[in-house]
Antibody
Framework: EVQLLESGGGLVQPGGSLRLSCAAS????????MTWVRQAPGRGLEWVSA????????YYADSVKGRFTISRDNSKDTLSLQMNSLRAEDTALYYC??????????????WGQGTTVTVSS | QSALTQPPSASGSPGQSVTISCTGT?????????VSWYQQHPGKAPKLLIY???KRPSGVPDRFSGSKSGNTASLTVSGLQAEDEADYYC??????????FGGGTKLTVL
């Protein structure tokens, strides 16, 4: 069974940093692009970042470019999101998702349950 | 990266069909065959219903179908059931390096 388990969320002050992780199991991790999507309380989905299967290509929403860094460790089947210079508007539930194939553009087929990030003083 | 436009709400009676639209531009929906649809029940993670405009992942009932015309994509739910009541989101690639979602549509089964 394909599973994604996010961790690392929490309460952080504005300007602070947080590192999210997503442990994957049940599939050949390196064969799939992976994506982070967030959802602010009571709001819709927002695409955050994606990474190719080999980790060589990364993509970011304009709202997080220069502040967030996506990475993966294919030897440990783990996806990460390093979040720096956090702002109140980054407060959201962060989902890790497995893409349908090597392309990150063609949809997210499996989602984790999410980890909550709250940015507040 | 403007969000795609979805109606905030839609409704139908059990057994009926409902279509939800997702309008973008030639830079996203109209320019690529990378439109996907997601269903989200309250407190749950989204679930993929449709990808690449018309494809259904295994396990998704064929009551759910997707289509596209110009800059507008559509999700049709046929034979509405009570468990179809949820929020629905469309997503599309917007160029070669990013993805944009719609604002979501709350589907009510009357």
């Amino acid at each position: 069974e394909v599973q994604l388990l996010e961790s690392g969320g929490g309460l952080v002050q504005p300007g602070g940093s947080l590192r999210l992780s997503c442990a994957a199991s049940g599939f050949t991790f390196s064969s799939y692009a992976m994506t982070w999507v967030r959802q602010a309380p009571g709001r819709g989905l927002e695409w955050v970042s994606a990474i190719s299967g080999d980790g060589g290509r990364t993509y970011y929403a304009d709202s997080v470019k220069g502040r967030f860094t996506i990475s993966r460790d294919n030897s440990k089947d783990t996806l990460s999101l390093q979040m720096n210079s956090l702002r109140a508007e980054d407060t959201a539930l962060y989902y890790c998702a497995k893409n349908m194939g090597r392309q990150f553009l063609n949809g997210m087929g499996v989602w984790g349950q999410g980890t909550t990030v709250t940015v507040s003083s | 990266q403007s969000a795609l436009t979805q109606p905030p709400s839609a409704s139908g009676s059990p057994g009926q069909s409902v279509t939800i639209s997702c309008t973008g531009t030639s830079s996203d929906v109209g320019g690529y065959n990378y439109v996907s649809w997601y269903q989200q029940h309250p407190g749950k993670a989204p679930k993929l219903l449709i990808y690449e405009v018309i494809k259904r992942p295994s396990g998704v009932p064929d009551r759910f179908s997707g289509s596209k015309s110009g800059n507008t994509a559509s999700l049709t739910v046929s034979g509405l059931q009570a468990e179809d009541e949820a929020d629905y989101y469309c997503g599309s690639c917007a160029g070669s390096n990013n993805v944009v979602f719609g604002g979501g549509t709350k589907l009510t089964v009357l």
